[in-house]
């Protein structure tokens, strides 16, 4: 659980670096991340900027008009 909070914590830190990126391959990026931690139970969500809810935002694409969020336990 540790190394999963440390995890998004840096993919937070790098978001900046990521807004430019295509949604679906900063994805896959933070997809793969999350499973070297050893997370089994998570969903990956893009949704545009005004619909963003429940979750973690862990990533920004396509300009800076989506983000990329993270849920536990789905």
Do not use: H, W
Not at 2 to 7: F, P, R, S
Not at 25 to 30: C, G, S, V
């Amino acid at each position: 659980m540790k190394k999963l909070m440390v995890a998004v914590a840096l993919l937070m830190i790098a978001t900046p670096a990521f807004a430019k990126k295509a949604c679906e391959e900063l994805k896959a990026e933070i997809d793969a991340k999350i499973q070297a931690n050893g997370v089994k139970a998570y969903t990956l969500e893009i949704v545009p900027n005004e619909q963003v809810k429940d979750g973690k935002v862990v990533g920004s694409c396509d300009g800076g008009t989506k983000k990329i969020l993270y849920t536990r336990g789905k």
